[in-house]
């Protein structure tokens, strides 16, 4: 069974820095592409970002770029989103997803093209 953990949220303050995990375990999970996805309060799904094995990256939301970076290290089963110069409006719940063609990233962050989610783990941006 596929198994996703987020982890790494917390307290920041505007301009400061986060690095999110997540593990996935399951059978074949190390071949699958990653999604990072946000949701704001009030507001719906957002995709940030995607990372295939090979690592290719597609970048969904331009709130981000510069901003953010997906990486992962397939050995350890980690998929990483390295959130920097951060504001109050990336506060949200940040979750990884694998796609419903697990071995490719869609060309759009739409949250439809994801089946498997993780629980999400909670980012505050706020001095």
């Known amino acids: 069974q596929l198994q996703l953990v987020e982890s790494g949220g917390g307290l920041v303050q505007p301009g400061g820095s986060l690095r999110l995990s997540c593990a996935v375990s399951g059978f074949n999970s190390d071949y699958y592409a990653i999604g990072w996805f946000r949701q704001a309060p009030g507001k719906e799904h957002e995709g940030v970002s995607c990372?295939?094995?090979?690592?290719?990256?597609?970048n969904y939301a331009d709130s981000v770029k510069g901003r953010f970076t997906i990486s992962r290290d397939s050995a350890k089963s980690l998929v990483f989103l390295q959130m920097s110069s951060l504001k109050p409006e990336d506060t949200a719940l940040y979750y990884c997803?694998?796609?419903?063609?697990?071995?490719?990233?869609?060309?759009?962050?739409?949250?439809?093209?994801?089946?498997?989610w993780g629980q999400g783990t909670q980012v505050t941006v706020s001095s």
């Open positions: 990372i295939t094995r090979g690592g290719g990256v597609s």
């Open positions: 997803a694998v796609p419903k063609d697990p071995y490719y990233c869609p060309p759009t962050g739409h949250p439809n093209e994801y089946l498997n």
